[in-house]
Nanobody, 123 residues
Framework: QVQLVESGGGLVQAGGSLRLSCAAS????????MGWFRQAPGKEREFAAR???????YYAESVKGRFTISRDNAKNTLYLQMNSLKPEDTAVYYC?????????????????WGQGTQVTVSS
């Protein structure tokens, strides 16, 4: 019954910004670690960012300094603010939820996944 629904993806030019949202239901959001992953065609799903129940944030080196993950527990919503986008950021972005308070950068650390939202960055 857990449901994660991403939104906010789209087409932007290099250097532009997007804000992704993930609306969660069916779980105790405030005590769940959350994360964002991305997957390009023909590539494995890779870690982008995560946030613990207490607000600690962690980023992949490829996005550090450009992306910001945050959460609004009152709205059961996870966000990913993406700035200074590059063509190599093009991928389907997935939000993920863990039953634990603190997770990791591994796919197996997460129990629930959204359907994904497409982000395309043009040159």
């Amino acid at each position: 019954q857990v449901q994660l629904v991403e939104s906010g993806g789209g087409l932007v030019q290099a250097g532009g910004s997007l804000r992704l949202s993930c609306a969660a239901s069916g779980l105790t959001f405030s005590s769940s670690a959350m994360g964002w992953f991305r997957q390009a065609p023909g590539k494995e799903r890779e870690f982008a960012a995560r946030i613990s129940w207490s607000g600690g944030t962690y980023y992949a080196e490829s996005v550090k300094g450009r992306f910001t993950i945050s959460r609004d527990n009152a709205k059961n919503t996870l966000y990913l603010q993406m700035n200074s986008l590059k063509p190599e950021d093009t991928a389907v972005y997935y939000c993920a939820a863990s039953s634990l308070r603190v997770a990791s950068d591994r796919v197996r650390s997460y129990d629930y996944w959204g359907q994904g939202t497409q982000v395309t960055v043009s040159s």
